[in-house]
């Protein structure tokens, strides 16, 4: 099925580990997004890259790191995980602007530091 | 800094009432807004999309009311059914040299009582 694959789908860090989430597309999509969803907070953007070998922070980019593999794949990185970071993290891809028609999002990473 | 105001925040309809949310934003450079619909354990999907070039926009029993002077944009959901209960997201676009990019209201969690 085409869309946007994230993996792991949960995961317990204790304080201080670090792990990469993964995420690919297979739509063809130039931009990606790495987005946090917490209670009453709404989607918060943590960094996106509007095409292949661009990177650029969003809302809430501290605590975190990104790197745009190639087309298909934007990886989200925490180096020292902190309990503040628990929260379920979504990526998604979109056309790029004068295409643009909204975001495919994958089905999300829960994460859970302890 | 939030952007896009959604409220309310939750929303209880019985089946078959008409199920209402609001947004609002502060950036006149949104060109693009659109709902997203999220089931438990699921990424928000899209349901509906505006420009700002239009008033109203109807899909089956789901229509954006769109007021442009006021800065205001409403979700309409007609007959409102079980199926229906999801969290609905509200989202502007802004397009900036580094690409496009959505800012997202906080969630509204809609139940609808058989």
């Known amino acids: 099925n085409a869309g946007v694959t994230q993996t792991p789908k949960f995961q317990v860090l204790k304080t201080g580990q670090s792990m990469t989430l993964q995420c690919a597309q297979d739509?063809?999509?130039?931009?990606m997004y790495w987005y946090r969803q917490d209670p009453g907070m709404g989607l918060r953007l943590i960094y996106y890259s509007a095409s292949e070998g661009t990177t650029d922070k969003g809302e809430v980019p501290n605590g975190y790191n990104v790197s745009r593999l190639n087309k298909r794949e934007f990886s989200l990185r925490l180096e020292s995980a902190a309990p503040s970071q628990t929260s379920v993290y979504f990526c998604?891809?979109?056309?790029?602007?004068?295409?643009?028609?909204?975001?495919?999002f994958g089905s999300g990473t829960r994460l859970t530091v302890v | 800094q939030q952007q896009v105001k959604q409220s309310p925040q939750s929303l209880i309809v019985q089946k078959g009432g008409i199920s209402i949310i609001n947004c609002a934003y502060e950036?006149?450079?949104?060109?693009?807004f659109p709902w997203y619909q999220q089931f438990p354990g699921k990424g928000p999907a899209l349901l509906i999309a505006i420009r700002p070039d239009v008033s109203e926009k109807k899909e089956g029993r789901f229509t954006i009311s769109f007021n442009k002077s006021a800065k205001q944009f409403s979700l309409h959901i007609m007959d409102s059914q079980p199926g229906d209960s999801a969290t609905y997201f509200c989202?502007?676009?802004?397009?900036?040299?580094?690409?496009?990019?959505?800012?997202f209201g906080e969630g509204t969690q809609l139940t609808v009582n058989p």
């Open positions: 950036n006149t450079a949104f060109d693009y």
């Open positions: 989202a502007a676009r802004a397009v900036e040299t580094s690409g496009s990019r959505l800012t």
């Open positions: 739509m063809n999509h130039n931009s």
């Open positions: 998604a891809s979109s056309e790029r602007s004068w295409q643009f028609s909204g975001y495919t």
